[in-house]
C-alpha cells in the first residue's frame, strides 16, 4: 500500500463480525451468505480470496459524507470514485474519516443465500480492509 494511507479496518482482526456472519450463516437467518468458497470468513473462505478464486476487488476516491445517511441508522461515509458514489459503513478508526480524505476500500461481493427480503438485494459487499489518507 502507499505510505500516504493509514490501514484503519481490516477484516481478518475483526472476529466478532465475522463470528456473527458466520452464525447468522449456519442458522440460514436472512443474513446467510452462501458458501461457494467456503464458510465466511474461514481459511477456505481466505485461500480463495488469496488465489483469486473469489474475486478482490478495489474501489478508490474521495470521502464526500460522514455521518448517518437518511435511509440507515448505521454510521457510513460516501465516496466519489471513478464509477460514482457509493456508500460504505464507517469501519475501524472512526476519527480518521474526514470529508475530502482520500479512501481506499478492499471487498469482495458475496451472495446471500436468499435476496435480502425487503430490499431484494441478491449480495452484500464484504470489506477486507480499508486505508484512509493520513
Not at 445517511?69 to 466519489?80: C, G, H, I, L, M
Not at 425487503?118 to 493520513?134: D, F, M, Y
Request: aromatic letters at 10%.
Amino acid at each position: 500500500m502507499n505510505t500516504d494511507f493509514l490501514k484503519v479496518y481490516d477484516l481478518a482482526k475483526d472476529r466478532e463480525y465475522i463470528e456473527r456472519i458466520q452464525k447468522a450463516t449456519v442458522e440460514g437467518t436472512e443474513l446467510a451468505l452462501r458458501t461457494d468458497w467456503g464458510l465466511f470468513g474461514s481459511a477456505k473462505w481466505w485461500a480463495a480470496i488469496r488465489d483469486g478464486t473469489l474475486p478482490t476487488r478495489r474501489l478508490e476516491g474521495a470521502i464526500t459524507r460522514v455521518g448517518r445517511s437518511p435511509v440507515s441508522d448505521w454510521p457510513d461515509f460516501e465516496v466519489e470514485s471513478e464509477g460514482g458514489r457509493s456508500t460504505w459503513a464507517l469501519e475501524g478508526d472512526l476519527a480518521m474519516y474526514r470529508v475530502g480524505k482520500r479512501v481506499r476500500i478492499e471487498y469482495v461481493t458475496q451472495r446471500y443465500q436468499k435476496p435480502l427480503p425487503g430490499s431484494g438485494n441478491e449480495s452484500t459487499r464484504a470489506v477486507l480492509g480499508i486505508w484512509v489518507e493520513r
